[in-house]
Nanobody, 123 residues
Framework: QVQPVESGGGLVQAGGSLRLSCAASGRAFSWYSMGWFRQAPGKEREFVAA????????YYADSVKGRFTISRDNAKNAVYLQMNGLKPEDTAVYYCAARQGVVALSNLSYDYWGQGTQVTVSS
């Protein structure tokens, strides 16, 4: 199994950028599809982006498409989320998650979760 640990959150002005990192301890990181999810206060956790085992295929929520980019480095057991053009509505706790096998878009399909990192976008 893997244990994701997120970093890179913070406070940024609207229009700014942040890069989230997720380091996954454990073995066989390349066996796991990875996803980013977020949860704003009073709202349900929602899908942001996902990437397949090799990193060749990525998926995005419509709300972040064209602004966010997910990538992974299997040699470093890491996945990243580059966030550009941030908006106040992007404010949330961002979670990194892992699941063995094919990529999925539902949070219910992921087995391993990080503790989350706070992203706050001021207007």
């Amino acid at each position: 199994q893997v244990q994701p640990v997120e970093s890179g959150g913070g406070l940024v002005q609207a229009g700014g950028s942040l890069r989230l990192s997720c380091a996954a301890s454990g073995r066989a990181f390349s066996w796991y599809s990875m996803g980013w999810f977020r949860q704003a206060p009073g709202k349900e956790r929602e899908f942001v982006a996902a990437i397949n085992l090799s990193g060749s295929t990525t998926y995005y929520a419509d709300s972040v498409k064209g602004r966010f980019t997910i990538s992974r480095d299997n040699a470093k057991n890491a996945v990243y989320l580059q966030m550009n053009g941030l908006k106040p509505e992007d404010t949330a706790v961002y979670y990194c998650a892992a699941r063995q096998g094919v990529v999925a878009l539902s949070n219910l399909s992921y087995d391993y979760w990080g503790q989350g990192t706070q992203v706050t976008v001021s207007s």
